[in-house]
């Protein structure tokens, strides 16, 4: 028997870790009682995202089962985060004891985790592993750094994520190229997203506006009957919307330029819903016919408006590897990305523009005239997660 304990913390862990759990069930069938290497699985969620839309649609969408343990750690200052979640954690672990922790991407609890394991002297597998972005101020760099750095086995998406690992000083034998487990979660859902009409996930997760339902039915007549393509904004980053000026300026291009030709979905994240409010943008957005607010969407429901997407403007990880997959354009929405293979000079669709104007303009009417073009990527074939699995059952 080999007991595992995975850790999930913030919404983009969800999808990484649907396929892993799924992977694990079905390889407890395959083994009877007594097999060495049939699996004993907790799953730890630390409560970093605790809303409905944040976390119990995505548990309930991807068929997670409920954790068996929340540490209900919260909101907070990242030290309070990791500090909240080290100290529940290692209650955990003292009572549990698990031969491994297996933890998934680069959010706080990715962090806090790999080092309370550590120091338990326990296992750690670390999903998605080895990319890198190249800048120490985001957090997930540094979360991602430290977790890779203290993991006895690295599990990683992309070849290029072995080399960064190879040029930090990681032994071969602890790193293993097993493909993207959020691409096995994509594949597994695009049917399901499929079915999912437009009309109605933009209706169901509207947030108010300045316009009344009947002064949005044109909007909702374009968009159901294909009318007019569609873009879609996401934005989340403390540097893109902690700063009036640059906030100011993105949502001045979203609605100034953007929203002339097009019709924007744009799924507001709670932290940048608050800063359009402090900042008073919260009218400009509101007010613009072209540009439909909505709650934070749930899995299905984003996957199903990004496989109709003209345009993906975002700052979001997940999002840029995803649209590389569908084939939509997608502007990056920073400096630097963990993600450089979707990028044009690597082949894909995807562009780095920051959050200077100058850039996004020309890129954004570029990549309105592109057509879609899926980029293939080795072994993000939807079987990561076994793979993962199998790395972990055969480690010596
Ligand atoms: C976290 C991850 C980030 C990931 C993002 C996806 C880290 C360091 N960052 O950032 O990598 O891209 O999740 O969303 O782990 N809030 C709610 N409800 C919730 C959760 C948060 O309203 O369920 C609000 C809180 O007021 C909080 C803000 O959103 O202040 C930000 O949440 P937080 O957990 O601090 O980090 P994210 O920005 O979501």
Redesign the pocket.
Known sequence: MIKIISVV????NFMKIAPFIRAIESHNKKKDEVDDTRIEHLLVHTG????L???YLFFKQLDIPRADINLGVG??T?AQ?VGKTMIAFEKVLKRHRPDWIVIV??????LACSITAKKEHIKCCHIEAGIRSGDITM??EV?RIVADRLSDLLLTPHRVANENLKKEGVPDNKICFVGNTMIDTLDFNLQKAQKLDMHQIIIKNQLKSGFSFFERKSFIFDLEFKKKDFVLITL???SNVDSYDILNRLVSFIVDEAARDSQIIWPL???TK?RLKSFNLWKKVCSCRNLFLTCPLGYLEMLRLNMNAKVMLTD???LQAECAVLGVPCLILRWNTEWPMTLKECGGANALVGNDINLIRPAYQEALKKPRTPQNMELWDGNAAVRCLEAIVNYK
């Open positions: 913390g913030a919404r983009p970093q995202h605790y809303d839309q944040m976390s909101s907070g990242h985060q991407g680069d959010v706080n609890a990715t957090p997930e979360n989340h980053r403390p994240h709670p932290r608050m979001s990880g997940s």
